[in-house]
């Protein structure tokens, strides 16, 4: 049978559309499968890390510090639910728990070797790597404030001591009399760091820093952290928590990290960087990226641990220490606080020499009996 014209028309533009069409249904077949939705906002925070062991604490003061990091945690979810950006809510964080005589910042900070209150703070925002810091303040309440109005008030990173209170003072930042930052708990610490002739480490091997990082429904990364330092701490000794790059770091690019723990250690690993640059130029996770660089903090003999976020939501807590004060939230639901290593997640082996495996001797195989031909 001879084919119409017509139907010779009909029969050519289906053979057209069914070849335009093959491309697109065999690139549909090939493309994986979309990503998944990110994570509308993430938060992690903590309270130090140190040597927290199920013996040495009572249920009740296990209770009181789960509490404590809830009421922090809370603070910054919600910021977070309500649209606020990542500052306001590592800001509302590191504000309530300095409040909180608990931690190691604002109320409650541990006592120099003069038997002063002497508070650092850093914060930095990831959107425009802005940062602010102050170190040796003795009068601002929330010296996470100070370092706030630092970046946003002012054309320098980091100011210390009087100059940096003055600053705060003339940019509406509360004070207090010193005499608010003290605590019968931290001031006996101080007695027993003179009177046992113990160094700056092994008076408690707790670091009661105070820190958060998050991420925020635009993909803005911060970080702030808060600290009275180490107790019996002199010569106008300051840690790594307001350096940026040591205890402190936020990074669109990357992550964002607050650290805590031996602060000479981290200011020389200059562990928050790292973290994120590792994360930036290798594509690490934060956790592999947290895990490697607190390694290698280990390895040159500090402890302590470090809280991470990305920009996805994805974060990582890595401590080579008994247990860390520590929680986090995200939008998908999840909610964790934990303060030892079984607890929750983040702990990593403190370094070991690994020795090498004794060889076992080789018995040496018996010769095979070869029975004579006949
Ligand atoms: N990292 C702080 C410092 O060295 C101490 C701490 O984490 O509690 O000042």
């Known amino acids: 049978m001879i084919a119409s014209p017509l139907s010779r028309l009909f029969a050519g533009v289906a053979l057209a559309l069914t070849l335009f069409a093959l491309p697109a249904a065999a690139q549909e077949a090939a493309d994986p499968a979309p990503p998944p939705r990110p994570l509308r906002w993430s938060i992690a925070i903590h309270g130090g890390a140190g040597t927290m062991t199920r013996t040495a604490m009572t249920p009740e003061k296990e209770a009181e510090y789960r509490?404590?990091?809830e009421r922090g945690l809370a603070a910054g979810v919600a910021v977070l639910q309500a649209g606020g950006s990542s500052l306001d809510a590592v800001t509302a964080v590191v504000t309530t728990l300095e409040d909180d005589p608990h931690f190691n910042a604002g109320r409650g900070a541990v006592f120099t070797w003069d038997g002063k209150n002497s508070l650092d703070a850093a914060i930095m925002d990831g959107k425009t790597r802005k940062a602010g810091a102050v170190a040796g303040l003795a009068r601002t309440k929330n010296p996470v404030l100070a370092a706030r109005a630092v970046m946003e008030?002012?054309?320098?990173?980091?100011?210390?001591?009087?100059?940096?209170?003055?600053?705060?003072?003339?940019?509406?930042?509360?004070?207090?009399?010193?005499?608010?930052?003290?605590?019968?708990?931290?001031?006996?610490?101080?007695?027993?760091?003179?009177?046992?002739?113990?160094?700056?480490?092994?008076?408690?091997?707790?670091?009661?820093?105070?820190?958060?990082?998050?991420?925020?429904?635009?993909?803005?990364?911060?970080a702030a952290t808060s600290t009275g330092g180490l107790t019996g701490k002199r010569w106008g000794r300051i840690g790594d928590s307001p350096v940026i790059g040591a205890g402190t770091y936020a990074d669109d690019r990357a992550c964002a990290v607050s650290a805590t723990g031996t602060g000479e250690f981290f200011i020389r690993e200059g562990v928050a960087h790292?973290?994120?640059?590792?994360i930036r130029f290798t594509g690490e996770s934060p956790k592999v990226a947290a895990d490697t660089v607190m390694l290698e903090l280990g390895e040159m003999g500090g402890d302590g641990g470090v809280i991470v976020i990305a920009p996805d939501g994805q974060s990582a807590f890595s401590?080579?220490?008994?247990?860390?004060?520590?929680?986090?939230?995200?939008?998908?639901?999840?909610?964790?606080?934990?303060?030892?290593?079984?607890?929750g997640p983040g702990g990593i082996a403190p370094p070991k020499v690994i020795e090498p495996e004794p060889v076992a001797p080789v018995e040496p195989a018996p010769a095979p009996k070869i029975e004579p031909q006949l």
């Open 274 to 278: 790292e973290i994120c640059a590792r």
């Open 319 to 343: 401590f080579n220490t008994e247990g860390m004060y520590r929680a986090r939230a995200n939008s998908d639901g999840l909610k964790e606080v934990a303060i030892f290593r079984d607890d």
């Open 67 to 69: 509490a404590a990091l």
């Open 153 to 222: 008030q002012g054309p320098h990173v980091f100011l210390t001591g009087d100059g940096a209170e003055q600053f705060a003072r003339e940019h509406g930042i509360p004070e207090v009399d010193p005499s608010y930052f003290y605590t019968q708990e931290r001031w006996d610490q101080l007695q027993k760091l003179k009177g046992q002739n113990l160094s700056a480490w092994d008076v408690e091997g707790k670091y009661g820093t105070v820190g958060a990082v998050a991420v925020d429904d635009q993909g803005h990364v911060a």
